[in-house]
């Protein structure tokens, strides 16, 4: 269970909006894009995020295809031993 909340913390972003009076909740993965690099270089993630959008297809364009999946399997990883354990 421990595995699971380190892996919220590295792979889940969560910004407000408040033009829309709700939170949204994204996952990353580790490594940026080129595409992101050169276009966010100063920014943190969560800029990043306000900047371009929190659309799977912009978080395509932020992150690695790659590494989007590593983050993803982070997260249901541990959900899925927890489970298997249980049985």
């Given at each position: 269970?421990?595995?699971y909340?380190?892996?919220?913390q590295?792979n889940?972003?969560?910004a407000?909006?408040?033009?829309?009076n709700?939170c949204?909740?994204?996952?990353v993965?580790p490594?940026?894009?080129?595409?992101?690099?050169?276009?966010?270089?100063?920014?943190?993630?969560?800029t990043?995020?306000?900047?371009?959008?929190?659309?799977?297809?912009?978080?395509?364009k932020?992150?690695?295809?790659k590494s989007?999946?590593?983050g993803?399997?982070?997260?249901f990883?541990?959900?899925?031993w927890?489970?298997c354990?249980l049985?």
């Amino acid at each position: 269970m421990v595995l699971y909340f380190v892996a919220v913390q590295i792979n889940i972003r969560e910004a407000c909006i408040p033009t829309e009076n709700k939170c949204v909740s994204v996952s990353v993965g580790p490594k940026r894009s080129d595409f992101a690099e050169k276009t966010f270089p100063q920014d943190g993630d969560w800029t990043m995020l306000e900047k371009a959008g929190f659309e799977e297809e912009q978080i395509r364009k932020l992150w690695t295809m790659k590494s989007i999946l590593v983050g993803r399997v982070r997260l249901f990883g541990p959900c899925v031993w927890l489970l298997c354990s249980l049985i």
